[in-house]
C-alpha cells in the first residue's frame, strides 16, 4: 500500500509535539529532532529546523519566514470533529476557522500550528 508522508520542518519540536497531541495525535517514533505522529492511522512528520539552519538545503534562505507553508492547507479527516473543536477550544489553539457545516458534505474548523502551518480537521456531515 502507497501513502503520501506530510513532513513539516519545525523550529520548536517539543511545542508542536505539544500543539499536535493537543488534537490527538501521539509520538509513534522519534529519533532526534525528527519524529512520527500518529493519530488513527493518520501520520505526520516533523522535523527540527537544525538540519536546514546549517545547510546547505533548499529550505536554507526561507527558514525564518513565518507562517510557513503559504498556500498549502493539510487536511485530516476525523471521527468526531465537535469533540475535537471542544478539545482544541479547551486547549486555547489558534483556531484561525470555526467549525461550520460546508455544502460539499463535511464540517470543519481550522487551526494555525506553532510556525504557522495550516491545518483544517474535518468529518462528514451525518448521511453524506
Do not use: C
Not at 520548536?12 to 517514533?29: N, P, T
Amino acid at each position: 500500500m502507497r501513502s503520501i508522508v506530510v513532513e513539516l520542518f519545525v523550529s520548536d519540536v517539543e511545542r508542536s509535539i505539544a500543539f499536535y497531541g493537543a488534537l490527538g495525535f501521539r509520538v509513534a517514533k522519534r529519533w532526534e529532532d525528527w519524529l512520527i505522529l500518529e493519530r488513527d492511522g493518520v501520520k505526520i512528520t516533523l522535523q527540527g529546523d537544525s538540519h536546514a539552519v546549517a545547510g546547505p538545503h533548499y529550505f536554507t534562505p526561507n527558514i525564518e519566514r513565518h507562517p510557513r507553508g503559504t498556500g498549502v492547507e493539510v487536511v485530516i479527516q476525523v471521527d468526531d470533529v465537535d469533540a475535537l473543536y471542544a478539545d482544541a477550544q479547551a486547549a486555547d489553539q489558534n483556531i484561525v476557522k470555526p467549525i461550520q457545516d460546508r455544502d460539499w458534505g463535511a464540517r470543519d474548523f481550522r487551526v494555525a500550528d506553532p510556525d504557522g502551518y495550516f491545518v483544517r480537521l474535518t468529518s462528514p456531515l451525518r448521511g453524506e
